[in-house]
């Protein structure tokens, strides 16, 4: 019995130990496995990335053609332009093997009462697989006014490179993202490899006018075009800094007023009626005045009233981040801010409101002097609205406080408050799987994880990608601080564009890595 019982437990420790052996072995084989996935994904991307550094001259001159064309979709003279720059774009799509289909968005009126036909919309798709998850890719190939007179250095139209920076309008805003990311799929076309993510585009050419019929095709498309995608990156924007990359997770909303001020039918001389009369323009003048105190505090009973509470967790996120306030002036041109501290400076740009006075139209603004009394001037204004904010609750608030100013002047003459444009806030999950992936893009392109950032300026097709199509969307800037977007002295690094050529080849290779599930649960509501 006792014999029985101890061959027993020696041929049970004898299994037991072959089993932990198989164990063991197992764990080996899984660890080597993995080892050599890690190695061969670094070689995947070493191999990308010296492509990518090999061709980057050819880079430079597309986007030194896609320059030269003046896509300004502002100026009327310009549209045949901008729709030319729709069609270079999908032919270059076209040449990556993808399918484009031009939308037709029909035509809008001028002020004039002149019709003018907008450019077509690209809807472009590169991969079906059902095994991949599917990124649309959203841009615009237009662009600001600029003209060499304003104030360049060179001509906007011809892209110029100065120690190491390319210079030429749409160069950063946003031709050049939008070919860093064509740039990424055709280096996988050129060796051969095979694309791990489906892709999908949508480009416009009326983002700097207002992305006219924009909206409408995103909610026409949303069961069809959008029905199979997964994630939606945006890189319209800029870092925070010069020198380390960012993600945006959030961005202002826009209210922009317009204030007309009349008092007659024609302009009238000062020397036949000033003093007798109560003038436009000093009305105007004071109703600007009372918006906004010397702190840069808006003056409008209620506006931030809804203005979500500072978390402790959102504080942190501001400490951490590297902010150069020296830098940030010389990137604006200015000596001193209204704020002194970093958090300060950054919450003010970010999770407050803000209003800005822009101009007046309807007085006289040529060099010289033209003694005249306007007849009607209009004031333009803007208050940039944070996550919580209601448009239409301050489009009420502004209007009510300017009537109640206005009525203690006993003015004769008429006000009429308009609001001509108007863009929602957004606000993401900065833990969604799509911001995870990006995260380690950014890690392994530059070398250092990235700040995570807002955007004080408004980007409404963000917003108006998460309402409408309920898919995860992500800003990935790709430009610095001191890109000057919009500016007379617009530029990308060759560093940035090709950096960022090789950071959206690695996204692609990670959002592949993403579980099934994850990609399946991204589609995250953001805060309005």
Same mark, same amino acid.
């Given at each position: 019995? !006792? ?51 090999? *061709? ?51 035509? +809008? ?30 841009? *615009? ?14 001509? &906007? !139209? ?75 990156? $945006? ?33 009238? +001389? ?7 009369? +109560? ?103 803007? $208050?940039?609205?944070? &996550? ?61 994880? &990235? ?34 977007? *919009? ?42």
């Amino acid at each position: 019995m !006792y014999l029985t019982n101890a061959c027993g437990c020696f041929l049970f420790n004898i299994a037991n130990f072959v089993l932990n052996l198989q164990i063991l072995a197992l764990s080996v084989i899984m660890l080597l496995f993995e080892a050599g996935v890690s190695s061969s994904s670094s070689g995947l991307e070493n191999q990308i990335f010296q492509y990518i550094d090999l *061709h980057q001259n050819e880079f430079i001159q597309t986007l030194k053609e896609w320059v030269a064309v003046e896509s300004d979709s502002i100026q009327p003279g310009l549209r045949q332009e901008v729709i030319r720059m729709v069609e270079l774009t999908a032919d270059r799509l076209r040449a990556l093997g993808a399918t484009v289909e031009l939308v037709k968005l029909g035509s +809008h009126k001028l002020s004039d009462g002149q019709s003018l036909l907008l450019p077509p919309l690209i809807l472009a798709e590169l991969g079906k697989d059902p095994q991949k998850p599917t990124v649309c890719f959203y841009g *615009h190939v237009d662009v600001q006014p600029a003209k060499k007179e304003d104030g360049w250095k060179t001509d &906007p !139209y011809t892209l110029t490179e100065i120690d190491g920076n390319l210079y030429g309008r749409g160069a950063t805003d946003n031709k050049g993202p939008v070919l860093a990311w064509i740039n990424a799929v055709e280096s996988f076309r050129a060796l051969k490899l095979d694309i791990p993510v489906n892709l999908k585009f949508i480009i416009e050419g009326m983002e700097e006018a207002g992305s006219l019929g924009l909206e409408e095709i995103i909610k026409k498309e949303n069961q069809r075009f959008f029905s199979d995608v997964d994630f939606i990156v $945006i890189s319209d924007n800029l870092w925070l800094s010069n020198r380390k990359p960012a993600l945006t997770y959030g961005t202002r909303g826009n209210i922009c007023f317009s204030v007309e001020v009349r008092c007659g039918e024609r302009d009238l +001389h000062s020397g036949t009626f000033g003093g007798i009369i +109560h003038e436009p323009m000093t009305d105007l003048i004071a109703l600007l005045d009372s918006l906004v105190d010397t702190s840069g505090r808006i003056l409008i009973p209620g506006v931030y009233d809804d203005v979500a509470s500072l978390l402790e967790e959102e504080k942190k996120l501001y400490e951490a981040i590297e902010f150069d306030i020296e830098e940030h002036k010389n990137n604006s041109g200015v000596k001193k801010f209204l704020y002194d501290t970093k958090e300060e400076i950054l919450m003010h740009l970010w999770r407050y409101p803000s209003l800005s006075i822009h101009g007046i139209e309807g007085a006289f603004h040529e060099p010289g002097i033209k003694t005249v009394i306007p007849a009607r001037v209009i004031g333009k204004f803007s $208050i940039r609205q944070v &996550p919580h904010m209601d448009i239409s609750i301050g489009e009420h608030q502004v209007i009510k406080y300017l009537e109640d100013v206005f009525s203690k002047r006993n003015s004769p003459n008429k006000l009429k408050v308009s609001v001509p444009i108007s863009a929602m806030p957004w606000l993401a999950n900065i833990n969604d799987p799509l911001y995870t992936a990006a995260r380690k893009a950014i890690k392994t392109v530059f070398g250092q994880d &990235p700040e995570m950032i807002r955007d004080g300026s408004t980007i409404p097709i963000a917003q108006t990608f998460q309402n409408i199509t309920r898919k995860s969307v992500m800003m990935l800037p790709v430009g610095a601080a001191d890109d000057g977007e *919009h500016s007379q002295k617009e530029k990308i690094s060759r560093h940035n564009y090709i950096q960022g050529t090789k950071l959206f080849a690695t996204l692609f290779l990670e959002i592949a890595k993403l579980p099934g599930k994850l990609q399946e649960t991204s589609n995250t509501t953001t805060t309005n």
